[in-house]
Structure formats: C-alpha cells, structure tokens
C-alpha cells in the first residue's frame, strides 16, 4: 500500500507561484516514478507532468511546459511540482499520483495510487 499526502496548494494571483508538494510512505519511493494530474470544475483529470525513478526522464502536458517543473528529493520521499507564471486556467484540484513502474507515465490509467488532491485557484 502507499499513501500519498499533497500540500502547498492555496489562492494566487495570476503571474504569481506556488509550490506542490507530495510525501510518500509505505512503499520504496526512490523506486518509483511519480505523477502530478489536476482536476478542474466540469472537467476530465488531466496530466499535467511525471518523473521517473532517478529524475532523468520528465514529462509535460504542453499546457504547462516552460511554466511548471516536476522534481523529486529520494532522501525525503518527496516529489514537487514548482508552478509559475500561474493562470486562471490552472484552477483546479491537483492531485499527486504514483505507478505500480519505476518509469515515467503520462497515461492517467497507469496509476495505481493516488493522494487526496490540493485546491490551487487562481484569480484573475
């Protein structure tokens, strides 16, 4: 079983920052890739980036490339997902999710844990 624990969402206003985290436990971290999907009101949960075991292979949704950067601290259990030069159109639930492989996934489908989701909104 692994438990996931996302953190650092919250209000900004567009042009501004935030910083995601997300603490694993229960299952070998460093071994893992990791994930980053967000949810908006009425819509689909999208992929937003992903990271392999070791962070030498990284994904982008092209929505989000150039603005948000996805990384991981083995030591700490810990992935992050760095967001800037946010946009109204980022609002939404993001959520932390893990595959049951140590290499990088886009497919929303290759995830077999998820946490609980973070609230970032972000006002025009």
């Known amino acids: 079983q692994v438990q996931l624990v996302e953190s650092g969402g919250g209000l900004v206003q567009a042009g501004g920052s935030l910083r995601l985290s997300c603490a694993a436990s229960?299952?070998?971290?460093?071994?893992?890739?990791m994930g980053w999907f967000r949810q908006a009101p009425g819509k689909e949960r999208e992929f937003v980036a992903a990271?392999?075991?070791?962070?030498?292979?990284?994904y982008y949704a092209d929505s989000v490339k150039g603005r948000f950067t996805i990384a991981r601290d083995n030591a700490k259990n810990t992935v992050y997902l760095q967001m800037n030069s946010l946009e109204p159109e980022d609002t939404a639930v993001y959520y932390c999710?893990?595959?049951?492989?140590?290499?990088?996934?886009?497919?929303?489908?290759?995830?077999?844990?998820w946490g609980q989701g973070t609230q970032v909104t972000v006002s025009s």
């Open positions: 999710a893990a595959p049951s492989s140590s290499r990088a996934k886009v497919l929303i489908s290759a995830y077999d844990y």
């Open positions: 990271i392999d075991w070791s962070g030498d292979t990284i």
């Open positions: 229960g299952r070998t971290f460093s071994v893992s890739a």
